[in-house]
Nanobody, 113 residues
Framework: QVQLVESGGGLVQPGGSLRLSCTAS????????MGWYRQAPGKERELVAT???????SYAESVKGRFTISRDNAKKTVYLQMNSLKAEDTAVYYC???????WGQGTQVTVSS
């Protein structure tokens, strides 16, 4: 069975950085696009970034220039490097495995002084 395990969330001050990791198991990773989404309290889940099999990424306008998505197919892991974090980036961040329409359990990111 497929599984995604996210890590790397936490509390960070505005302007700080975090790197989220999402490790996949139980399925085919290298050919699948992967995504990071987030959901803030009282808001709908929204797309943050996606990466296709060749490593090309696309981003929501709100995070362009601050976040970078990458992948390591050998490790079956997708990353989200988040720099210059803002309070409005506070949310639960979810990893998405498009080949299986499968979501990770989420990791909390809180940006606060």
């Amino acid at each position: 069975q497929v599984q995604l395990v996210e890590s790397g969330g936490g509390l960070v001050q505005p302007g700080g950085s975090l790197r989220l990791s999402c490790t996949a198991s139980g399925g085919t990773f290298s050919i699948s696009s992967m995504g990071w989404y987030r959901q803030a309290p009282g808001k709908e889940r929204e797309l943050v970034a996606t990466i296709v099999r060749d490593g090309s990424g696309s981003y929501a306008e709100s995070v362009k220039g601050r976040f970078t998505i990458s992948r390591d197919n050998a490790k079956k892991t997708v990353y989200l490097q988040m720099n210059s974090l803002k309070a409005e980036d506070t949310a639960v961040y979810y990893c998405y495995w498009s080949l299986y329409d499968y979501w990770g359990q989420g990791t909390q990111v809180t940006v606060s002084s």
